[in-house]
């Protein structure tokens, strides 16, 4: 079966947050399963792609309404990322820097679609399944089965995942011309509320489409963004999936970028070594309990929260507890982490921006890692955090409640709270606190976190048996 998946982000070409790591993760589960799964993802000039070969496989010219655009389908030479890597490259559209928040990121985004559209077109290829990851490739079904140029691909079946249901990537219908050759009758698919909608229009057309987890699914015919009538009426369509994880990528006992590797054997002491790096290098106390927070600094996590709950717990605890915080995003937010760094030094610190080794040796060092989410379609750093032996803190939402029992229930490991509010996670910490002094009790939810299985396997073999579904006779 072969499986393009379409995505903006693929670890470790280019990441920002859990799509990346997904797209990286689930087709080489799917490969090691049995499919030929491949990634194509826009080319950008970065780290990865600077330091890696490429042969290019396709080169043709598109047009983005009346802009000539030549493109080229790059293909990494080795195959050493346990999948098939195409990049499509637009010079001087799609070969910049970063991912997101050009002016014209709404070009580089359909051209990205169409070009791929494109060279699958004109190459012959027929693919059994096209799997189109949030709106950046949420064009793709309407344009398979209702532009004139892409016929002979009308009965490739098609998947959507929402991995952030929250971005649409909607845009006037001045745009429209953008899109070439489409059936008139069709462009209703296009739309919400008055605009061009990509999410709503994957949603509507795709066969089917996922959510990263069972929760967050029903969730969305409640809060996402304005599309939740949409979701309830395409309900039957839906299907959760947690994701999984990379258990190569975050495996205590071999991740190349943390200090001192461990197992639940070894693990209290594995941990405190990586604690004592840790605050060595940001100046706090690895005899108290480190509580950590990594990630996006924004309302969607509820970071605006934590500045306030971190005062009141320093201000009630003294030098009891340490506070790490990694992340970067909204400039008041970065700012008010800032002050606190300076008003409680030896007790809070803050690194602001984006630092992939510096997040692993946090998840190994760690005691707590908090996430007071308002919006969680799925959550990685909460599995992350569990199979490194770092409790997680979270508010009941999505993937959260899906991945996370509160060790006051049977078999549970973790801290639950339901507010998004300063209280609720003013009273988590108190708990973990106490926690913090019971350690055989903490050693003991520690080894049960490191047990859990959120490897890939399950999950991948889930998205295998939709694929199924779509296609019996493949
Ligand atoms: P989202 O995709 O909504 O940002 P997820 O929990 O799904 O959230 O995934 C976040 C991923 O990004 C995790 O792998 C996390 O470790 C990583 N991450 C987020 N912020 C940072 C940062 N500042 N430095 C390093 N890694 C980060």
Redesign the pocket.
């Known amino acids: 079966m072969k499986i393009f998946h379409l995505s903006a982000e693929c670890y470790p070409v280019a990441k920002v947050?859990?799509?990346a790591?997904v797209v990286g993760a689930l087709p080489k589960y799917q490969n090691l399963a049995g499919l030929q799964a491949a990634v194509v993802m826009p080319y950008y000039d970065r780290k990865f792609t600077q330091e890696n070969e490429f042969d290019v496989v396709f080169t043709a010219v598109t047009l983005l309404n009346t802009r000539r655009l030549y493109f080229e389908i790059l293909k990494e030479k080795t195959d050493k990322l346990g999948f098939e890597l195409f990049l499509v490259r637009i010079p001087g559209l799609l070969d910049r820097e970063n991912v997101y928040s050009y002016p014209d990121e709404r070009e580089q985004f359909i051209a990205f679609q169409l070009a791929f559209l494109d060279w699958i077109s004109y190459s012959q290829q027929t693919p059994d399944v096209i799997h189109c990851h949030d709106h950046h490739s949420g064009l793709v079904p309407f344009l398979l089965y209702h532009s004139k140029l892409y016929r002979r691909l009308a009965n490739v079946p098609t998947v959507f995942t929402i991995h952030?249901g929250q971005y649409h990537g909607a845009f006037g219908w001045e745009h429209f011309q953008y899109l070439p050759e489409v059936d008139p009758a069709s462009t209703g698919l296009l739309d919400w509320a008055g605009g061009i909608n990509p999410l709503a229009a994957a949603v509507k057309c795709s066969w089917l489409y996922t959510t990263v987890s069972p929760t967050y699914l029903r969730e969305l015919t409640i809060n996402s963004n304005g599309l939740e009538y949409l979701f309830y009426i395409e309900r039957a369509k839906g299907h959760g999936i947690i994701n999984g994880i990379d258990t190569e990528v975050w495996n205590p006992l071999k991740d190349p970028m943390i200090p001192s590797h461990f197992n639940t054997k070894t693990l209290a002491k594995g941990k405190q070594l990586n604690k004592e790096v840790l605050c060595t290098r940001f100046g706090l106390d690895p005899s108290k309990p480190l509580f950590t927070f990594?990630?996006?600094l924004v309302i969607e996590k509820g970071a605006d929260l934590l500045p306030e709950a971190i005062d009141r717990t320093l201000a009630q605890y003294g030098d009891e507890v340490n506070f790490f915080i990694?992340?970067?995003g909204d400039k008041d937010m970065e700012l008010a982490l800032l002050e606190l760094k300076a008003k409680y030094p030896g007790r809070c610190n803050v690194f602001i921006?984006?630092?992939?080794s510096?997040?692993h040796v946090v998840y190994a060092g760690a005691d707590f890692l908090m996430m007071p989410s308002r919006v969680e379609p799925?959550?990685?750093?909460q599995l992350?955090s569990l199979r490194y032996g770092t409790m997680p803190l979270v508010r009941s939402t999505g993937g959260l409640i899906d991945s996370v029992i509160d060790f006051g229930d049977e078999g549970g490991y973790g801290i639950r709270f339901n507010q998004v509010s300063v209280d609720d996670i003013c009273h988590a910490i108190n708990r973990a606190a106490a926690l913090y002094q019971n350690q055989p009790q903490l050693q003991i939810l520690r080894k049960r976190m490191m047990a859990l299985d959120f490897s890939w396997d399950r999950s991948a073999k889930e998205y295998i048996n939709l694929y199924e579904s779509l296609n019996p006779l493949i």
């Open positions: 947050g859990g799509l790591d952030n990594i990630g996006r990694l992340g970067s921006g984006y630092d992939e510096l997040a799925c959550g990685l750093n992350y």
